[in-house]
C-alpha cells in the first residue's frame, strides 16, 4: 500500500515553520511497510487543496493530511476532504462539550467559532484529540482512505501513535526492517564501489547515503515479521563488513561520538581534548552522549599561541618558526593535554577552519589532529578543499573523535604503529 | 511570479533526514517576493521526478529542485531535466578538471563515476559549487526556469545566495524586506503581549516566534524599493525598541553569541569559559563566530570534580560539602578560569543537564552560571523545569553567553551591581 502525505499550511510555504510532521509520518510509514512516493505542501486555499487531494488518490489509496484543523476561517482540511468524498458535515454534541470544557477548565472565554471544530464529515471515524481541541478524522469511501491529523507536532504524534497505527495495521501485509552502517573517512562514491554489486540488490535492497563528511549504507529488507527480515540481512551485512572493515564505526549507532564513547567505555580508556580551530566542538560533542563523564574528565580549547605555550607547553620556538598550524605544535598540544589531564589519550585539533585572514600560512581547510598516549603519537593531516567554517569545524571535531576510535579499537596492540612521540618533537 | 519547490530525494520520503531546505528556500523567496504556491517531494525515480517537474510547470514559470546531483546512478536531477527540455548533455572539460582536483587535493582516489557530475544540459547556465563537486544549473527556455541546486544544505544555501537570488531579483516587481528583533530571557507570550497592538498591523507586519528559549519578533515590509520598505519599518522598530529594551540582543543578529562577540569586540573585552554540564558548548558557539579569537584565548571543560579542584582550584571541601552543582563552586569556576586564562570575564556553568542517575543532589534542569571581572562576580540559576539534555545544554550555554552579554554592556559602569568575589567566597 502507498502514501502520500499532504502538509497544509501557508506557514510552510512561507518558511516559517520546519515541516518535521512529514519526516516523523514517513519514517513511521516505513515502519509499517507502507511506502511514502510522495509529499506535498499546500497552503490554507480550497481549490489548492483539492487539486491536491485528487492527484494523491490517482496514485494512492492513501493519504494522511497534516494541519488546517484549527477553528480560523482558514482551517480548510476536513471541510475540503468531506467536499471530495462528496460527504455532508454535523456538529457532534460529544464534541462540541468537549471544547466548551477545554475553554472552561482554562478559564477562558470560547469563541464561538471554535465550535467549527466540532464539525464532522458523515461516516468518517473521529479521532481523539488529548493535547488540543481539534480531533482528527478518518474517512474510508470508494477504497479510498483519508486521515485527518492536526497540524502541531504534540498533537499530531500521539495522535497517529494511539488511532492510527492500529487502524493502518490491518492493510500492511508485511514489515520492513532496516539496518544502517555507518563509516567514516572512505567517503560516499568510494563506499558505493566497493560494494556496488550489492547496489543492484532487491530486497534486502542496500542504499548508499552521504552526510557531512561522512556515508553511510542502509540495508532494507520486506518479509512478513522481523525474524525473517533479519535472515534475510545478515548475510549482506556480513559481505559489507567483510568489504568495508574499519571504516565501519557502527550499525545502527546515532554518531561516530556515540560509537566512540561506547568504544572507550568498553575498554576502560579516557580521553582528553585540546582544540584550537574546533574551539570546543569535540568536548561538545562527544559530552552530547549521556554518560560521557566516565571518558572524557577535562578539555581544553587553546584558541591563542599564548595559551598554547602557558597552559598546553607548545614550545614558543615552534610556534613561531612552524606556525600553529603544523604537526609539530598538533603532537605538542596533544602531549600537553595528555600530561594535563592524565586521560589515556591526549587529542589535538588545530587548523584553518575559515573564512581567511591575514597571515593563515596555509590553505583554508587544512587540518592537523594528533592523538597520543604520552608514548606513542598518531598524526593526521586533512585537507577538506572547503571554506565554508561550520564545515571545516564539524568535520574537523568528527576525525579527531574518529581518529580517537581507531586507536581505542588497536589499543594496546597497535601502539607500535604510531611513532614515539619524543623521537618525533626531538626531531624539530 | 510563483514558484514550486522540489526535492529529491529517497532519505526524505523514508524520513531519514528533516527537509530543512524547503523552509530555507521559501523564506529567501518570499523575502525576494516570488510566492511559493507548492512544495513537493518526489524519491530517486526517473517517472515520478519527471512527472512532478511537468505538474509544476503547469502553475509557475520557476521551479526549484534541491538534491540528487550526486555521482551515484541513483542521482537523477539533471539528467531528468534535460529530458524535460529535450535538451543533449556534454562534459564540461573545466568542471571535469575541478572534480579531479578536488580529489587530489584530498588525497583520495577518484572514482569514475564522479566525472558524472561534468555532465551539462547544453545551453544551460552553470553555478559554482564552492562546497563541494556537484555543479547547479539553471536552465531556461520556452519562459520556463529550472534551477537545480545540490542537496546537502552546505552546498545548497551558498549557491543559492551566490548565484540564484542575483538571477532572480529582475523577476521580482516588488521586494519584501524584514527585520528580525531578537530578545532573550523574556519568553514568547510575554514579548508578545508587550507589542499587542502592533500584531494587528498590516504593512509592515510585525510577527511573533518563538525558539529554543529565545523569542524574536518580524517586522516585514512590502514596498517597490528598499528605501520606501525602511521608511515604513523604522518608526515600528523604535516603538519595539522602548517596549522591550535590553530585552533585546540584536536586530537582524544571528544569534546572542554573535551579539555578544560584537559587543566584546567593541569594547575590547575577552571572556574565558571554565564549563561542566555544557562540556564545551559555550566555547563552541563563540567560536562558531569567525574573528572570535579577539574575544576568546582559552577555555577549559572541567567535566570531573577532580579537575575542577586541580585545574581551576575549586576547594575540594567546597564539592564535598556543597556539590559541583551548587553556587559557591560556580563562582570558585568563574575565578579559577579568570586567574587561569587572564580574560577580562571568567564565566562558569555547572548544572545537572540530564538524564537523572544516582548521586544527582538537585533537580535536572537545574544549572548555575557564574560570571566574574575577578573583583565582582554575577551569579544566575536557572530550573529548566525539563530534563531533555541537548535542550537543558544548549539553554545553559546560551544564558551563560547571554550573562556576559548583559555584564559587558554595563561594564564597567555596573560593576558594583555584583557580589564582591571574595567576600561571596569567604561567606561559605
Not at 559481505?239 to 560509537?259: M, Q
Not at 584550537?276 to 572524557?296: L, Q
Not at 579527531?400 to 623521537?423: F, H, I, Q, T
Request: one cysteine or more.
Amino acid at each position: 500500500m502507498n502514501c502520500e502525505l499532504i502538509s497544509v499550511g501557508t506557514e510552510i510555504l512561507l518558511g516559517d515553520i520546519v515541516n518535521t510532521n512529514s519526516q516523523y509520518l514517513s519514517k513511521r510509514l516505513a515502519d509499517l511497510g507502507i511506502g511514502v512516493l510522495h509529499q506535498s505542501t499546500v497552503g490554507d486555499n480550497r481549490e489548492r487543496l483539492l487539486r491536491a487531494i485528487d492527484e494523491a488518490f490517482r496514485e494512492n489509496e492513501l493519504i494522511i493530511l497534516t494541519g488546517g484543523l484549527g477553528p480560523t476561517p482558514d482551517d480548510l482540511t476536513k471541510e475540503v476532504c468531506a467536499e471530495y468524498f462528496a460527504l455532508p458535515m454535523y456538529t457532534d454534541e460529544a464534541i462540541a462539550d468537549k471544547i466548551r470544557g477545554y475553554f472552561v477548565k482554562k478559564g477562558l472565554e470560547m469563541p464561538e467559532s471554535n465550535l467549527k471544530q466540532a464539525l464532522i464529515p458523515e461516516g468518517s471515524i473521529t479521532l481523539q484529540n488529548n493535547n488540543g481541541t481539534a480531533p482528527g478524522s478518518i474517512i474510508e469511501k470508494d477504497g479510498k482512505i483519508a486521515v485527518i491529523l492536526p497540524g502541531p507536532p504534540f498533537e499530531m504524534k500521539p495522535m497517529f501513535e494511539e488511532s492510527v497505527v492500529p487502524f493502518l495495521k490491518k492493510y500492511s501485509e508485511h514489515i520492513i526492517l532496516s539496518h544502517n552502517v555507518r563509516t567514516f573517512g572512505i567517503g560516499e562514491s568510494a563506499m558505493s564501489e566497493r560494494v556496488s554489486h550489492l547496489l543492484e540488490n532487491a530486497n534486502p535492497s542496500v542504499a548508499p547515503y552521504a552526510k557531512s563528511g561522512e556515508a553511510l549504507l542502509r540495508v532494507t529488507a520486506k518479509a512478513h515479521n522481523e525474524e525473517e527480515a533479519e535472515k534475510l540481512i545478515s548475510p549482506v551485512l556480513d559481505e559489507i563488513k567483510n568489504l568495508l572493515g574499519d571504516s565501519i564505526y557502527g550499525i545502527d549507532v546515532g554518531s561516530v561520538e556515540e560509537a566512540t564513547v561506547k568504544l572507550l567505555k568498553e575498554k576502560g580508556l579516557t580521553v582528553a581534548f585540546a582544540e584550537s580551530c574546533t574551539g570546543g566542538y569535540c568536548a561538545k560533542r562527544v559530552t552530547d552522549i549521556a554518560g560521557a563523564s566516565d571518558v572524557i574528565h577535562c578539555s581544553v580549547v587553546s584558541y591563542s599561541n599564548d595559551i598554547k605555550n602557558k597552559v598546553l607547553g607548545v614550545k614558543k620556538e615552534h610556534l613561531d618558526r612552524y606556525t600553529a598550524v603544523s604537526d609539530i605544535v598538533a603532537a605538542e598540544m596533544a602531549k600537553g593535554i595528555k600530561e594535563m589531564s592524565g586521560a589515556d589519550f591526549g587529542v589535538s585539533v588545530t587548523g584553518y577552519a575559515g573564512p581567511y585572514y591575514e597571515g593563515c600560512t596555509d590553505e583554508i581547510g587544512t587540518i592537523y589532529i594528533a592523538v597520543t598516549d604520552g608514548e606513542y603519537v598518531w598524526l593526521k593531516k586533512l585537507s577538506t578543499g572547503r571554506t565554508d567554517r561550520e564545515y571545516n569545524r564539524y568535520v574537523s571535531a568528527s576525525n579527531a573523535v574518529n581518529e580517537v576510535r581507531l586507536c581505542a579499537a588497536a589499543y594496546p596492540e597497535k601502539r607500535s604503529e604510531g611513532m614515539r612521540l619524543d623521537e618525533f618533537i626531538s626531531t624539530y
